[in-house]
């Protein structure tokens, strides 16, 4: 007689085992300790087995009934439903290894002592975000390029076109671990050409004042400035050196010379990945000393506010600017970069030379590793010019064109 809940539910435990059948092997067993466990029994090749089913009541009876039915079919067709059990734990165990986040996570640990703290943050926040959401539980195996442009467009369908192709950037490496490693045979997203899934945007270039006078203006806006001396600091030091918002902010008092009147940047500190050199100005240095006296027992140089150990805050200089009434159509902090690089060649200096201060991306990869120290006598020259040329614009003198070194 088919079992019913009622009946299951007024089973009582025994001394032994209670067996309590249902039909077409499907059974209930009853164990002493009141755990209710059903089994179902079944022969193939001759050989007689028995299948765990789940407990009772979190398998309940229609549940068992119905694994017991899907087990019968198995049989049918001459597959044991015990390997076939196995084979389909084996198969998600395998998944589970070789999803594409997995394997993302694996790739993304082997990265994080090679990169910047900035690009560490920037890069696990796309995988967070834009990747493992939607394809994190896919065998890479698995994935095709249809895939992963479904991935880019959604990205690029909130405007961030520049994640879009860090996106396709950063999938393609992954791809490319995981056919290394053996996990999937080729990297799809080479069948991608980024340029032709996107929308073409028109480039935006960070805000920057360029105009000698309105240069001097703004000079004068920092001196007055009133708020943090770091960050006051900060923003005198920014034109003098023109490096990346990033790299100023994590600069650490470790990396100066004072002597030499250096700083040497970090490769991994660097967008290019490569050691940089800015040589000092006499008014570079005495900035920096100024502030040495309040920070210099810490480990950056431009410290949060909040401490921690932990540099200033990305937005705190484009506040500050905010703050002295500068819009950000106006100016920004990265643009005392485009102010540097437009001011300088105007004044005569050899493009080689800016673009090498500049840290731009304009040379031979094969001698990269040795371009660090590429110009720096005129790059010192030049610095301390500019260092000068930036004091008569902030008293307001008239502009006079210098011409500075060319390199051979």
Not at 10 to 37: C, E, F, H, I, M
Not at 58 to 74: C, I, P
Not at 344 to 350: A, N, P, R, T, V
Request: hydrophobic share 40%; glycine share 6%; proline share 5%.
């Amino acid at each position: 007689m088919p079992l019913s809940d009622t009946a299951i539910r007024n089973a009582k435990p025994s001394a032994k085992p209670v067996k309590l059948t249902d039909g077409d092997g499907l059974y209930l067993l009853v164990q002493p300790n009141g755990a209710r466990w059903w089994r179902f029994d079944y022969r193939i090749d001759g050989k007689r087995k028995t299948l765990s089913m789940g407990v009772y009541p979190d398998v309940s009876l229609k549940q068992a009934r119905e694994k017991r039915d899907e087990a019968r079919r198995l049989v049918a067709a001459g597959i044991d439903p015990s390997t076939h059990r196995k084979v389909a734990k084996a198969a998600r165990t395998d998944l589970a290894e070789n999803s594409f986040e997995a394997v993302g996570r694996k790739w993304f640990a082997r990265q994080i002592s090679i990169i910047s703290e900035t690009t560490k943050d920037k890069r696990e926040k796309m995988l967070e975000r834009d990747l493992f959401p939607y394809i994190g539980e896919r065998a890479v195996s698995d994935i095709a390029a249809p895939d992963l442009l479904s991935v880019i467009k959604r990205i690029e369908g909130r405007g961030a076109n520049d994640i879009a192709k860090r996106a396709h950037q950063t999938m393609g490496r992954i791809f490319r671990y995981a056919v290394a490693h053996g996990l999937c045979s080729r990297d799809p997203s080479r069948d991608i050409e980024i340029r032709d899934v996107l929308q073409p945007v028109q480039t935006r270039h960070h805000a920057s004042i360029t105009d000698p006078k309105e240069v001097g203006a703004l000079l004068r806006a920092i001196d007055g400035f009133v708020g943090s001396f770091v960050t006051r600091s900060a923003l005198k030091f920014a034109p003098l050196v023109f490096v990346r918002p990033g790299e100023l902010r994590h600069a650490e008092w470790s990396e100066f010379d004072f002597d030499k009147a250096e700083w040497r940047i970090p490769a991994a500190k660097m967008k290019m990945k490569e050691l940089h050199i800015v040589p000092l100005s006499r008014q570079a240095l005495e900035v920096l000393k100024e502030l040495h006296q309040l920070t210099g027992a810490k480990s950056y140089v431009f410290p949060s506010e909040r401490g921690g150990g932990r540099p200033m805050s990305e937005n705190t200089v484009n506040a500050a600017l905010r703050r002295m009434g500068f819009t950000k159509d106006e100016m920004t902090g990265h643009g005392f970069r485009s102010t540097a690089s437009t001011l300088l060649h105007e004044l005569g200096y050899d493009h080689r030379v800016i673009e090498r201060q500049l840290a731009h991306c304009e040379r031979n990869q094969v001698s990269a590793a040795y371009n660090f120290a590429e110009y720096l006598p005129d790059r010192r020259q030049m610095m301390q010019q500019w260092a000068d040329h930036l004091d008569r614009l902030r008293k307001g003198a008239d502009v006079v064109p210098l011409r500075g070194n060319t390199a051979a």
